[in-house]
C-alpha cells in the first residue's frame, strides 16, 4: 500500500521538542579538496546497508564540481568522486566513472553496493547531451571491480535500470525549470530486505495523477528473477504537502522498516504546514508499510534555527552514522535569495561532520555528537 505524508503530521512540528545539528564552526568548513565542491554523499555499502570496510578505513562517492564561485552552477556540471575515509582523514581518489558516456549529461546521486569483489553503482543520468542543462533525469546503474586501494576498475557500460512509464511516476524529462520545483525521478538507493532476500530500488519521484503540483513521492522498484526492475507503486507520498522526498532510503532495526528522506522548507506548500529544512522519516512492520510518522510528524533533525540552511542531504546507514555536507553556513540571519556573493561565500561543499541516531519504536533522536568523528566507522 502507499502510505501519506500529510499537512497534519507536519502541523504538528510547530510543537515538537525536535533534534538539531551543531552550529557549524568555520574550522569544519576547510574543503578537502582544493577548488571542489562536494555534497550529496553515500558510502560503499555491503548488502545489509553497514558500510564496507576497505582499504583499512570505507570509501565514500560524493557529487562533484569545479569551483567557479556560483554554488548554484555545480548541478550542471557534477560528477561523482571517490574518497577515502580512514583515521579520521578524507583522501581523493578521483572521478569514480570515466569519461565514455554521452547519452546523459552529468551525474546525480545514487548508491553503491559491495559484493565479494564487485562494486555495483545506482546513479541518477542527467541531463541530455545534446541539450545541455537540462532536468531530464533517468535511473542508470554500472558495476566495476574493487580494488585493494579503493579505486575501481572495469566499470560495465552504463545502462539504464528502469523505464518510467508514466503510470504511477510523472516523467522527469523537462528541459526547463529550477531546484526544488522539477519533477524527481532521482537519488535510486539499494536496498534488500532482511525478511525474504529481495532486492529493491527506492527513488525519489513525483506522484502521478496528484491533486497539486507539491507531489513528492518514494517510488520503488524490485528485481525479478531475470535481473530486471520492475516499477512498483509508490512507498510513500506527499500530496499537497511538499515537492521534493529527496534521498530516500531504509533501515532495519529491531525488526522495523525506518524509511528516511529529506527535503527542504523551500519545497513545502506555503499555503499550509511548512516544516524546517531536514531528515524525515517513518517506521513501519515491513517494507511495504504502513508507514507512521517518526517523532509524531516525521521530523527527525533539522539544522539550528540560528543557521537554518547550514547542512543537507542527510543519509542514514545501518550503524546509525549520519553523513551530510555543509551547505550554506554563517549566514547569522542573513538570506542568500537575490545575492549570489553571499550565496557563493557562504556555501563550503565539504563533508559535514558524522552524527549518530538513536532509534526506538516511533523515535527518532540524536545520540551525544561528540562521537561523530566517524571514527568506529574508518
Given at each position: 500500500?502507499?502510505?501519506?505524508?500529510?499537512?497534519?503530521?507536519?502541523?504538528?512540528?510547530?510543537?515538537?521538542?525536535?533534534?538539531?545539528?551543531?552550529?557549524?564552526?568555520k574550522?569544519?568548513?576547510?574543503?578537502?579538496?582544493?577548488?571542489?565542491?562536494?555534497w550529496?554523499?553515500?558510502?560503499?555499502?555491503?548488502?545489509?546497508?553497514?558500510?564496507?570496510?576497505?582499504?583499512?578505513?570505507?570509501?565514500?562517492?560524493?557529487?562533484?564540481?569545479?569551483?567557479?564561485?556560483?554554488?548554484?552552477?555545480?548541478?550542471?556540471?557534477?560528477?561523482?568522486?571517490?574518497?577515502?575515509?580512514?583515521?579520521?582523514?578524507?583522501?581523493?581518489?578521483?572521478?569514480?566513472?570515466?569519461?565514455?558516456?554521452?547519452?546523459?549529461?552529468?551525474?546525480?546521486?545514487?548508491?553503491?553496493?559491495?559484493?565479494?569483489?564487485?562494486?555495483?553503482?545506482?546513479?541518477?543520468?542527467?541531463?541530455?547531451?545534446?541539450?545541455?542543462?537540462?532536468?531530464?533525469?533517468?535511473?542508470?546503474?554500472?558495476?566495476?571491480?574493487?580494488?585493494?586501494?579503493?579505486?575501481?576498475?572495469?566499470?560495465?557500460?552504463?545502462?539504464?535500470?528502469?523505464?518510467?512509464?508514466?503510470?504511477?511516476?510523472?516523467?522527469?524529462?523537462?528541459?526547463?525549470?529550477?531546484p526544488?520545483?522539477?519533477?524527481?525521478?532521482?537519488?535510486?538507493?539499494?536496498f534488500?530486505?532482511?525478511?525474504?532476500?529481495?532486492?529493491?530500488?527506492l527513488?525519489?519521484?513525483?506522484?502521478?495523477?496528484?491533486k497539486?503540483?507539491?507531489?513528492g513521492?518514494?517510488?520503488?522498484?524490485?528485481r525479478?528473477?531475470?535481473?530486471?526492475?520492475?516499477?512498483l507503486?509508490?512507498?510513500?507520498h506527499?500530496?499537497?504537502?511538499?515537492?521534493?522526498?529527496?534521498?530516500?532510503?531504509?533501515?532495519?532495526?529491531?525488526?522495523l522498516?525506518?524509511?528516511?528522506?529529506?527535503?527542504?522548507?523551500?519545497?513545502?506548500?506555503?499555503?499550509?504546514?511548512?516544516?524546517?529544512?531536514?531528515?524525515?522519516?517513518?517506521?513501519?512492520?515491513?517494507?511495504f508499510?504502513?508507514?507512521?510518522?517518526?517523532?509524531?510528524?516525521?521530523?527527525?533533525?533539522?539544522?539550528?534555527?540560528?543557521?537554518?540552511?547550514?547542512?543537507?542531504?542527510?543519509?542514514?546507514?545501518?550503524?546509525?552514522?549520519?553523513?551530510?555536507?555543509?551547505?550554506?553556513?554563517?549566514?547569522?540571519?542573513?538570506?542568500?535569495?537575490?545575492?549570489?556573493?553571499?550565496?557563493?561565500?557562504?556555501?563550503?561543499?565539504?563533508?559535514?561532520?558524522?552524527l549518530?541516531?538513536?532509534?526506538?519504536?516511533?523515535?527518532?533522536?540524536?545520540?551525544?555528537?561528540?562521537?561523530?568523528?566517524?571514527?568506529?566507522?574508518?
Open positions: 500500500m502507499t502510505s501519506a505524508w500529510t499537512a497534519e503530521h507536519v502541523s504538528g512540528i510547530a510543537n515538537q521538542q525536535f533534534s538539531t545539528v551543531p552550529v557549524i564552526t574550522e569544519q568548513t576547510i574543503p578537502i579538496i582544493s577548488d571542489l565542491m562536494l550529496d554523499m553515500w558510502p560503499i555499502q555491503t548488502i545489509d546497508g553497514s558500510i564496507a570496510e576497505i582499504a583499512g578505513g570505507s570509501i565514500w562517492m560524493a557529487l562533484s564540481a569545479t569551483d567557479h564561485g556560483d554554488p548554484a552552477r555545480r548541478h550542471f556540471e557534477a560528477k561523482i568522486r571517490l574518497l577515502h575515509f580512514v583515521n579520521n582523514q578524507w583522501h581523493d581518489l578521483g572521478p569514480t566513472l570515466p569519461d565514455q558516456i554521452d547519452c546523459y549529461e552529468r551525474e546525480w546521486a545514487g548508491s553503491a553496493i559491495l559484493k565479494d569483489d564487485k562494486i555495483s553503482l545506482f546513479f541518477t543520468a542527467a541531463g541530455n547531451a545534446n541539450t545541455p542543462r537540462g532536468y531530464q533525469q533517468r535511473l542508470f546503474e554500472t558495476h566495476g571491480i574493487l580494488q585493494a586501494d579503493g579505486q575501481i576498475s572495469d566499470w560495465s557500460q552504463p545502462v539504464e535500470s528502469i523505464i518510467n512509464t508514466g503510470d504511477d511516476y510523472e516523467c522527469a524529462d523537462q528541459q526547463d525549470g529550477e526544488g520545483k522539477i519533477t524527481a525521478f532521482r537519488d535510486p538507493a539499494y534488500c530486505d532482511p525478511a525474504d532476500g529481495k532486492e529493491y530500488l527513488f525519489s519521484a513525483s506522484l502521478a495523477g496528484a497539486t503540483h507539491y507531489n513521492a518514494i517510488g520503488v522498484a524490485q525479478d528473477n531475470d535481473g530486471a526492475w520492475q516499477l507503486p509508490p512507498l510513500l506527499a500530496d499537497g504537502v511538499n515537492n521534493e522526498l529527496e534521498r530516500a532510503h531504509i533501515v532495519v532495526k529491531n525488526g522498516y525506518y524509511l528516511f528522506w529529506v527535503t527542504q522548507s523551500e519545497t513545502f506548500d506555503p499555503s499550509g504546514a511548512v516544516g524546517p529544512t531536514g531528515l524525515y522519516g517513518m517506521v513501519a512492520d515491513s517494507l508499510g504502513d508507514y507512521q510518522p517518526l517523532n509524531g510528524t516525521g521530523l527527525v533533525l533539522a539544522n539550528p534555527a540560528e543557521e537554518p540552511k547550514q547542512c543537507y542531504s542527510w543519509n542514514v546507514t545501518a550503524e546509525l552514522l549520519v553523513s551530510s555536507f555543509i551547505d550554506h553556513w554563517g549566514l547569522c540571519g542573513r538570506s542568500i535569495e537575490n545575492d549570489k556573493a553571499l550565496a557563493a561565500s557562504s556555501f563550503a561543499g565539504t563533508p559535514a561532520p558524522f549518530y541516531l538513536s532509534l526506538n519504536g516511533n523515535n527518532a533522536i540524536l545520540c551525544d555528537t561528540h562521537i561523530g568523528d566517524g571514527k568506529k566507522y574508518a
